[in-house]
């Protein structure tokens, strides 16, 4: 019955392309409030510590909002699984857009980080329903179409998101980067309540609140630790060692307790699909590397080759730019062909190549030089960012698709999380490092400031400093970008073993269930009972 009901659901979207595409735009608006938050937000940040003060509890705001978006997220995949899609993406984009309005509201420190973790709760479930969604309407094989729009969105948010940010707080003032969000997110609302219609679902299982208690603590631990490892706290401290026992201890009981749960979280039998086990390890490599390139690079091109932080964002284009059609040319193929396996193997080659050719720029490397070289870089993930979501959603049965959506975006989140923090340490300990040897004392002070100093405080600095600090970024960079290179090494492991399962869609063999437990979505009945 629920078959022939999803069957029938996915034939009449098929009739109806008109209302696919406004569900798919108002997914996209969803998407884009997701990524662009934190971008616009981190533009406008002095201008809120000016206003609300608080200046030691700055680093709260994101991290308020990162632990609850990471907490949130597996939690966001279950329910839509167990109770419908529809409703658990409405209620997360309402959760999403209170927070918003809240933040905007805020009148001290403390109120603006509680507000952000609100906002964050429904945050953990944009990306999600977003993927899952689109997993339920679009067979997989006609997915690689649309994945040229979902890269335009992220390209848009990185691109856009420092120069939106800076142009609200200009002219309307800090509150609006928040309230931005309001009628961005009512369009997507109103689009998804009149135009999306999908099978209801009705589950008489309880949430396994245990399950969801353990993974939240367990992520909570590991984000901290990212977070204030080698900053708030050294990496050996007490505090820290505490924090990555109670993870520990929490993911192992978490992982125990899913094997006993009626209902699990996170269900284990997912993870025995070779390959939505190597799309997990892939998209944590992926958000390694990613998110880690895009802090270190606007950082070398306005120390060292002396370009504005006005215009971070659009130092990235090259980047970007090839990730944008290097998508879009493996949506299609993989749309025309069915065949996908050679696009995670390129792009392990392409990012590790890249990521190499980044570590080897110094204080002479042209803009000319460095763009190619971070065009290179936008292959392989052009290659890897939505061929990750496809692989994975075809892995699993459709009951499984939130939670599979949910775990593929949960691992690329936190791999961010060890990108940023890791790389950053070795990046700030090589900075620190040649600032000793080059400039002794007389850089102490330029070195505390390393993340802040712009194209104009660099030139007001002794030419003997400046030098100096322009070959420690330079040296840090190499550390950051060299290590990255290395990581990006365990991806293209994983991309050479996987399988290439046939696509829902492809074809009379996407029917035939492969022998290793990789059978398509399509070649198994969904579970879930239609109302």
């Not at 978006?69 to 309402?94: C, E, H």
Request: proline share 4%; charged share 10%.
């Amino acid at each position: 019955m629920a078959g022939k009901t999803e069957a029938a659901a996915g034939a009449d979207a098929g009739k109806q392309p008109r209302s696919v595409r406004v569900v798919l735009l108002a997914l996209m608006i969803a998407m884009m409030l997701a990524m662009l938050d934190n971008m616009i937000i981190g533009t406008a940040m002095p201008t809120i510590v000016g206003e609300l003060g608080g200046l030691e509890h700055l680093s709260w705001v994101v991290t308020a909002y990162t632990l609850a978006t990471a907490a949130a997220t597996p939690l966001w995949g279950k329910l839509g699984d167990m109770y419908g899609r529809k409703g658990s993406f409405m209620t997360s984009i309402v959760i999403f857009l209170v927070g918003s309005a809240l933040s905007g509201m805020a009148q001290d420190m403390g109120q603006l980080i509680g507000f952000r973790a609100i906002q964050g709760l429904g945050a953990g479930g944009l990306m999600v329903g977003v993927m899952a969604i689109i997993g339920d309407l679009i067979p997989p094989r006609e997915r690689g179409k649309y994945q040229g729009m979902m890269a335009a969105v992220m390209a848009l948010a990185m691109i856009g998101g420092p120069l939106v940010g800076g142009t609200i707080t200009d002219h309307w003032g800090w509150r609006w980067s928040f309230y931005i969000n309001l009628p961005l997110g009512l369009v997507a609302l109103v689009a998804i309540s009149a135009v999306l219609h999908l099978p209801k679902k009705r589950s008489e299982a309880r949430i396994d609140y245990l399950g969801a208690a353990l993974l939240t603590i367990g992520i909570t631990s590991i984000v901290l630790v990212t977070t204030w490892g080698g900053t708030e706290y050294a990496w050996t401290s007490a505090r820290i060692m505490e924090l990555i026992g109670i993870g520990v201890a929490a993911l192992i009981g978490f992982v125990f307790w899913q094997t006993r749960a009626a209902e699990p979280i996170v269900p284990l039998h997912i993870f025995r699909s070779r390959n939505f086990t190597l799309m997990s390890v892939i998209g944590f490599i992926v958000g390694f590397v990613m998110f880690g390139a895009t802090l270190f690079l606007p950082l070398y091109q306005q120390a060292v080759q002396g370009a504005s932080a006005t215009n971070s964002g659009l130092l990235l284009l090259p980047m970007l730019g090839a990730m944008l059609v290097t998508s879009m040319v493996a949506g299609r193929v993989t749309t025309n062909t069915g065949r996908y396996k050679i696009f995670p193997v390129a792009g392990g080659v392409f990012m590790t190549v890249g990521l190499f050719l980044l570590s080897t720029m110094d204080t002479d490397t042209t803009r000319f030089t460095s763009g190619l070289y971070m065009a290179v870089v936008g292959l392989g993930m052009g290659c890897l960012m939505q061929i990750t979501m496809l692989v994975a959603q075809n892995s699993v049965e459709m009951k499984d698709m939130g939670v599979a959506s949910s775990s593929t975006t949960l691992f690329r989140t936190l791999g961010s999380s060890f990108g940023v923090a890791i790389m950053g340490a070795l990046f700030n300990h090589r900075v620190q490092d040649v600032m000793a040897e080059r400039a002794a004392g007389s850089g102490a002070k330029a070195t505390e400031q390393s993340a802040t100093l712009t194209a104009d405080a660099l030139k007001a600095l002794p030419a003997a400093v400046r030098d100096a600090y322009q070959h420690a970024v330079s040296a840090g960079t190499h550390g950051a970008f060299l290590l990255g290179s290395v990581v990006a090494i365990i991806a293209l492991v994983a991309a050479v073993f996987v399988k290439e399962v046939p696509l829902k869609g492809a074809g009379p063999k996407a029917a035939d269930a492969p022998a290793d437990g990789d059978a398509p979505a399509a070649a198994k009945a969904p579970v879930t009972e239609t109302v």
